[in-house]
């Protein structure tokens, strides 16, 4: 359906979230847009998860596996659990350590933001609250996989 159309998602679930600020979408967008994230993915990941080596652009090995992939309205995600990040490999992200040190933010947020100690600037969630968008856990993390090498 969308292939054929060379829809970047990435690009696409960002330009989403612009307008519709994270809110749930409607089920007929929420369903198509959840299509084009599935029919994109790329080839080595798997729904189900897998026990693989999951590294940053610029090398940095940030997990050992993931559970699953996680589709939601704004893109698709490798759900990581505490046991398989590599946390030495791990900051927060500049500029957003308010997340989990004021305390007006620290217990509503939806997650905290990391990033890997090198010059990616990978987005990597700590999930702190469920959404209504996504099937997202929360003592969980997640990372796109177009941010990563998968190896």
């Known amino acids: 359906m969308f292939l ?3 829809i970047d998602p990435v690009a696409y679930a960002e330009e989403l979230a612009k307008k519709r600020k994270y809110s749930k979408l409607p089920k007929d967008l929420s369903l198509s847009s959840r299509m ?3 029919e994109s993915l790329p080839q080595e990941v798997k729904m189900e998860g897998d026990r693989v080596g999951l590294y940053t652009k610029s090398g940095t090995k940030v997990a050992t596996g993931y559970s699953r992939t996680v589709i939601g ?3 698709s995600f490798l759900e990581i659990s505490k046991h398989d990040m590599i946390r030495e490999s791990l900051c927060c992200k500049d500029g957003e350590q308010y997340r ?3 305390p007006k933010y620290k217990d509503s947020v ?3 933001w990391y990033t890997a100690k090198d010059d990616s600037d990978i987005k990597i ?3 702190q609250h469920g959404v209504s968008y996504a099937d997202y856990q929360p003592g969980m993390f997640y990372i ?3 941010e990563l090498i998968i190896k």
């Open 4 to 6: 054929d159309e060379k």
């Open 144 to 146: 796109s996989p177009y």
């Open 100 to 102: 989990f040190k004021d």
């Open 36 to 38: 084009l994230y599935l």
């Open 125 to 127: 969630y700590f999930q």
């Open 73 to 75: 309205d704004y893109g």
């Open 110 to 112: 939806k997650y905290y």
